[in-house]
């Protein structure tokens, strides 16, 4: 419903002979209908992200569908093997056998998850509390604290002049106190490595653009970065070209990104840099 391109709504108002949509990936929760092709209402549900909620979708014997979101647990009448525990902020009945199953798996790996490389004095949020859906993460369209920290990590590990981690990649707030392995994780679970490439300030110039290129729209691929500094025009609608893929190609007007600086100085487009980034984004990944 709010990715960057194609939305379920547009793709199902150019197809018919569908009964249902089962909608996944962007971690919000509705039940609602859209038109289809031929302008028939069309049931549409997704049930947002770690288990928040279950979909349940009834096919009747005479063809009729309907939809509903089961997001409250009911008390278990019998309680000999249930226990109340408070999961995302509020109070909810789980089975004993399955959390201790799970704490002892926690217990195996808690030395390693526990572990404290320093500690935070701010809340670094992804997102406005309360809200969900990633286009709502900031990281996606501007400049977040959390990128900034993921950026100048990877900049100081990779030694280099600057540093590019796509708003795609944080995938979780950092909450004031100490920081742990396990909050590391949930922040960057991509177990992508780190690489350093060697390009010249016209690369640099030519992915800042296309990253920026769906702004003011919400794009895993907008750029958190170290060692640079830069400027985006709104006014101006983007001429980035790309292949059928997706993938970069060239600019042909002008360019919505200006006022490059590397480290302070004024980028120069033949100049070599050394720029730190995931084998993700070295492999174009996000185009």
């Given at each position: 419903m709010d990715v960057e391109q194609y939305t379920s709504n547009e793709l199902l108002s150019k197809l018919e002979n569908v009964d249902a949509v089962l909608d996944g990936h962007t971690h919000i929760v509705y039940n609602t209908s859209t038109k289809d092709k031929n302008s028939n209402d069309i049931h549409i549900t997704q049930t947002g992200t770690k288990l928040q909620s279950i979909g349940k979708l009834v096919i009747k014997n005479d063809g009729t569908i309907s939809s509903e979101i089961i997001q409250e647990i009911p008390d278990p009448g019998d309680t000999?093997?249930?226990?109340?525990?408070?999961?995302?902020?509020?109070?909810?009945?789980?089975?004993?056998?399955?959390?201790?199953?799970?704490?002892?798996?926690?217990?195996?790996?808690?030395?390693?998850?526990?572990?404290?490389?320093?500690?935070?004095?701010?809340?670094?949020?992804?997102?406005?509390?309360?809200?969900?859906?990633?286009?709502?993460?900031?990281?996606?369209?501007?400049?977040?604290?959390?990128?900034?920290?993921?950026?100048?990590?990877?900049?100081?590990?990779?030694?280099?002049?600057?540093?590019?981690?796509?708003?795609?990649?944080?995938?979780?707030?950092?909450?004031?106190?100490?920081?742990?392995?396990?909050?590391?994780?949930?922040?960057?679970?991509?177990?992508?490595?780190?690489?350093?490439?060697?390009?010249?300030?016209?690369?640099?110039?030519?992915?800042?653009?296309?990253?920026?290129?769906?702004?003011?729209?919400?794009?895993?691929?907008?750029p958190q970065v170290s060692g640079i500094n830069y400027d985006i025009d709104t006014t101006l609608n983007t001429t980035v070209e790309t292949d059928s893929r997706g993938v970069f190609l060239n600019v042909t007007g002008k360019r919505k990104v200006s006022n490059v600086k590397i480290n302070g100085e004024d980028i120069d487009p033949n100049k070599n840099y050394s720029v730190s980034m995931s084998d993700y984004i070295g492999n174009g990944g996000d185009g």
């Open positions: 000999s093997n249930a226990i109340k525990l408070t999961r995302g902020g509020k109070e909810i009945w789980v089975n004993k056998d399955m959390n201790n199953f799970i704490n002892e798996i926690f217990k195996e790996y808690g030395d390693e998850l526990n572990i404290v490389y320093g500690s935070n004095e701010y809340d670094l949020l992804i997102r406005p509390e309360g809200s969900s859906g990633s286009s709502s993460i900031y990281c996606r369209f501007q400049e977040c604290t959390v990128g900034n920290l993921l950026a100048d990590a990877f900049k100081s590990a990779g030694n280099s002049d600057t540093a590019f981690v796509n708003g795609g990649a944080v995938r979780n707030s950092l909450i004031k106190g100490n920081l742990t392995r396990s909050q590391v994780m949930e922040v960057a679970p991509f177990f992508n490595n780190l690489i350093v490439k060697n390009v010249p300030g016209q690369c640099i110039l030519d992915a800042l653009e296309f990253g920026v290129s769906k702004h003011p729209s919400a794009s895993g691929g907008f």
